[in-house]
């Protein structure tokens, strides 16, 4: 991969001299969707898939970006402290965004640079291309320019580049678990204080099956934000009877005593999927530390429904997939993960058999719907590097 790249790089930028290949992972969250901004705890992990870039300083102040997975698009040019939207549409807004994030913290840019990407996660699939793109970027600027950043600061950077910057009101789990990942290991990651632990996931004979609904999502054209919203508006509805800072930091008997407070049945059923799929997800790593995978994948099987019957994020599609996905034997747990509208599932499938659950999943899942799922088997990698 590494020779591929450095050829490309050379294809655009004349040669390939003095460049680095640096890579971070995308993720994919195991349970604990949409509670992020919400207070809640999230298990998501790193994956071996992700993005690669390529990069070299310049002597100028001129910022080149190309990526291989948009060839059409060419090299597109910005400036050192030039950091604009010209187009929402347009991929080099993350990259853009960070180098913006960083500024603002004052670490500006001595000079340019070259950069080359090219991610191997599928596109619209729901496993972060966007937060695995930008602490990517971010993960460059540190090592090129000698700017001193841990882990979870860059996880927040990436974040405020993607909420202030690109728009997109996201919580902090996706660039979290990108730039803390750890091979073999989950993060049990409490997003209101951003306290965590790593979760060993151990899953002798048991794959990881990602299967891409290959139905488009776009958070920004999505309903993320309107659910965020409702959810802030239950909150400030409970806090007039309960002193609480987040839906989560309420118990779920402790929330059916006092959901009463929140006037409308609709946001009721929103608080009431945070604050039960923060509950199943305490319960997931608890599970997951005494190796009771079939406790884990029962709670991913609620989690999915709650996300359909509670907070309406699956859609048509989703519900198919997962539905199918259940029907299989061999199958432990399987549910959508991510933003929803689209995507992706992640399903738990006993090793012997993978290839009929791709199989009969796959049918079942064109003859409701008429589209085409991809499946991917996956590993659980770690954070970013220098390749």
């Known amino acids: 991969m590494k020779e591929k790249l450095l050829q490309a790089f050379a294809d655009q930028y004349g040669d390939a001299q003095d460049a680095r290949v640096y890579f971070a992972p995308g993720r994919v969250n195991l349970i604990g969707e949409h509670i992020d901004y919400s207070g809640g705890y999230v298990l998501p992990c790193a994956l071996t898939l992700g993005t690669y870039g390529v990069v070299r300083k310049r002597e100028d102040e001129k910022i080149c970006f190309y990526s291989m997975n948009f060839p059409e698009d060419g090299v597109k040019e910005t400036r050192v402290g030039t950091y604009q939207i010209e187009d929402e549409k347009d991929w080099t807004n993350y990259p853009k965004g960070v180098m913006w994030a960083f500024a603002e913290k004052g670490m500006k840019l001595s000079c340019g640079m070259d950069l080359l990407f090219f991610g191997d996660l599928p596109a619209g699939a729901g496993l972060s291309s966007s937060a695995s793109l930008e602490v990517l970027t971010g993960f460059i600027l540190c090592d090129l320019y000698g700017f001193e950043v841990s882990g979870e600061e860059l996880a927040l950077l990436g974040q405020r580049a993607e909420n202030e910057f690109c728009g997109v009101n996201c919580g902090i789990m996706d660039q979290f678990a990108v730039a803390m990942g750890k091979k073999d290991q989950a993060i049990l990651l409490k997003t209101s204080d951003l306290s965590y632990e790593y979760i060993p996931v151990k899953l002798p004979g048991v794959k990881i099956v990602i299967a891409n609904s290959n139905k488009k999502h776009s958070l920004n054209e999505s309903k993320y934000n309107e659910r965020r919203q409702e959810c802030e508006t239950a909150l400030g509805e409970l806090q007039q009877a309960i002193g609480i800072n987040n839906l989560c930091d309420l118990d779920d008997k402790t929330f059916d005593a006092y959901q009463i407070m929140i006037k409308d049945e609709t946001r009721q059923k929103r608080a009431h999927h945070a604050v039960y799929e923060n509950e199943r997800t305490k319960n997931a790593a608890e599970a997951l530390r005494a190796n009771d995978v ?68 796959g049918k079942l899942y064109t003859e409701k719907t008429g589209l085409k799922a991809d499946f991917y088997l996956v590993e659980i990698g770690g954070g970013p590097m220098l390749q």
């Open 294 to 361: 079939l406790t884990f994948g029962q709670l991913m099987k609620e989690s999915h429904r709650s996300l359909s019957e509670d907070y309406e994020v699956t859609g048509e599609e989703m519900d198919a997939l997962a539905e199918a996905a259940w029907q299989q034997e061999g199958v432990i747990g399987s549910r959508m993960t991510g933003g929803g509208f689209g995507g992706s599932t992640v399903s738990l499938v006993r090793e012997e058999y993978v290839d009929s659950f791709i199989k009969e999943t």
